[in-house]
């Protein structure tokens, strides 16, 4: 049997075909401390040359650098004919509809895009070319507006500055789902040396009409369709004042000027978090879900006195609402964000046969409210592509009208507009929606707690435990396995009736590394390691019925007091 090559080896393999000077530059130096011994240079080594960043349904994320485990520029030129292989041999006219290409601001981005460009021009499959930097619904949006066969969105979505990523869309607008994933993967095991790709000059295609530059009349087009999703457009949100920041993404392009034509101008936006900035300086992590992350604008937002405070991660495809409460203001999960806006959207839209949809791992309030107002419901695995393809499914069986989709994690998708989470048009949604109550006479916090007195209060908390490296991923996969073999019988003094476990698929659901454990009186507690961080995320619910004439926040103390005592249960069994 021959001997596996050394990681050293490999990394010499890597330097040969380098494209990319600085990664290239960045490697020879951690050899160089690899060779005088350095004990962290030989673990970093290791973590680099040890496999390869896995192709799936969301693409390929990880950490810039050099070496098969970070995301950098040899590595998109495979993946990249990979794709092109598989989108010659599966779609028939694909040189035909080509593929649209956008990318975000971070690092890397659009050198990654245009190498992309270079590699599907020299396959001989067009390219729709991003002309800036823009979110990442415009580019699912693109993909069939323009009809092309496929899309990919070069982001690493909210990860932290040092992270990029390469999503790919189908010719429907959605991410890809089995058996795209694996046959895209298959294909980029293929691809040899990167001296055999055909790559040619980015003017060279221009000049063929194989690389099209998208201009700014797509984005506008993109903006009118977003503002006609509105349900309401009758209502005057013209007083209705609004703080909002993109967290140093590319939202601001695209919200500003979405609110405004929609009819919701006095806009206040966070002027140190406005431009784009790779770097994310003003915050430790750029996501608006993270503690300390929305504490400029909700401080901007005490200075305007906003009605309402909207905050986009850094490519713009989730949102996070926080509304006023006494002096100050709350931020409102996603489980909550989501409720209201089905709920208005289910209130004020036509009676017709229409599906609401949500993920597993988010709260079971939505099908309820679906029950109640006579809509079908669909639950579908984590993620987003999960949810459009459900919406697309059922559109085409029904030819039913899908209204919302949402999941936890502060992803919304309004209509079948965007194939994806789309924070933009989920911003304009919720302007209307916080018009809509201020004209009723309601807050939003009190449309929230109307829901919860009629059909319960659900509290919902998520606990993400970090393992990063190869010894954590090792630590995830330990206990994942542990508790699948020997899954608790109780928790918190309530039984656990029933075990699911997806792995092999359940319910009509593919199969998924996802436990769920459902106990007496409607609790849950999920266990899943997230698809795209170093993170064993753990989901927990109660459900409290709200007695007649009981205050809101005596039945929320109850509730949290039950969630606490099965998050802590749960925890110390999971160590």
């Not at 005088?36 to 960043?53: I, N, S, V």
């Not at 599907?120 to 990442?136: E, N, V």
């Not at 929609?262 to 300086?281: K, L, N, W, Y």
């Not at 933009?424 to 209307?432: C, K, L, T």
Request: glycine fraction near 10%.
């Amino acid at each position: 049997m021959a001997q596996m090559a050394s990681h050293r080896e490999l990394a010499e393999a890597w330097l040969a075909e380098d494209p990319d000077p600085q990664t290239a530059a960045e490697l020879r130096a951690l050899l160089s401390r690899y060779d005088a011994g350095d004990a962290a240079a030989h673990k970093d080594l290791a973590e680099r040359f040890t496999g390869a960043l896995e192709f799936g349904t969301a693409g390929l994320r990880g950490l810039l650098g050099a070496g098969p485990q970070r995301m950098n520029r040899l590595l998109v030129r495979k993946v990249s004919a990979g794709l092109a292989t598989y989108l010659l041999a599966t779609v028939p006219d694909a040189r035909q509809r080509g593929v649209v290409l956008g990318h975000d601001a971070r690092h890397l981005s659009r050198e990654l895009v245009e190498d992309t460009a270079r590699v599907l021009g020299g396959a001989g499959i067009p390219s729709y070319l991003a002309h800036r930097p823009w979110p990442t619904p415009m580019t699912a949006w693109a993909v069939t507006a323009q009809q092309a066969c496929a899309g990919v969105m070069v982001t690493a979505s909210h990860n932290p500055p040092a992270y990029n990523g390469y999503k790919v869309y189908w010719g429907n607008g959605a991410q890809i789902v089995p058996p795209h994933d694996t046959g895209i993967a298959a294909e980029i095991a293929r691809v040899g040396a990167i001296s055999g790709i055909a790559m040619p000059a980015l003017d060279e295609l221009r000049a063929a009409g194989t690389v099209v530059d998208l201009t700014e009349a797509l984005h506008d087009d993109y903006l009118a369709q977003v503002v006609a999703l509105r349900a309401s457009p009758g209502l005057d949100g013209r007083d209705l004042v609004i703080a909002y920041t993109p967290l140093h993404g590319v939202g601001a392009r695209s919200v500003e000027p979405a609110l405004r034509r929609a009819g919701f101008p006095d806009v206040h936006t966070e002027p140190s978090q406005r431009e784009p900035d790779p770097d994310f300086p003003t915050v430790a992590f750029p996501n608006p879900e993270e503690k300390g992350a929305m504490d400029r604008v909700l401080a901007l937002a005490g200075r305007v006195s906003a009605d309402l405070v909207l905050a986009n991660d850094p490519d713009a495809d989730r949102l996070c609402v926080a509304v006023p409460d006494g002096s100050g203001y709350r931020v409102l999960s996603g489980d909550q964000t989501g409720a209201v806006l089905a709920d208005y959207l289910l209130e004020v839209g036509p009676r017709d046969r229409r599906m609401v949809a949500t993920t597993i791992v988010s709260s079971q309030l939505l099908g309820f409210l679906a029950g109640q107002a006579g809509a079908d419901y669909r639950e579908t695995l984590t993620g987003f592509k999960w949810i459009a393809n459900a919406a697309i499914d059922y559109e085409r069986a029904h030819g039913g009208r899908f209204v919302v989709g949402y999941e936890e994690a502060i992803g919304f998708s309004v209509g079948p507009l965007v194939r994806d989470k789309d924070g933009v048009s989920a911003a304009v949604i919720f302007a209307e929606l916080a018009a809509w109550n201020r004209a009723r006479g309601r807050s939003v916090l009190a449309h929230l707690d109307d829901i919860y007195r009629r059909v319960g209060l659900f509290v919902t908390e998520q606990v993400s435990l970090t393992r990063p490296g190869s010894d954590g991923l090792a630590q995830i996969r330990d206990t994942m396995t542990r508790f699948r073999t020997a899954p608790p019988a109780a928790l918190a003094g309530h039984a656990v009736e029933t075990v699911v476990d997806l792995s092999r698929g359940a319910g009509g659901l593919p199969p998924s590394d996802v436990l769920v454990f459902k106990l007496a009186g409607g609790r849950r507690v999920i266990m899943r390691p997230s698809g795209t961080e170093p993170k064993l995320k753990n989901y927990y619910e109660v459900r409290i019925e709200v007695r007649a004439g009981e205050p809101l926040a005596d039945a929320r103390a109850r509730g949290q007091a039950e969630l606490a005592a099965l998050r802590d249960a749960h925890q110390q069994l999971v160590g």
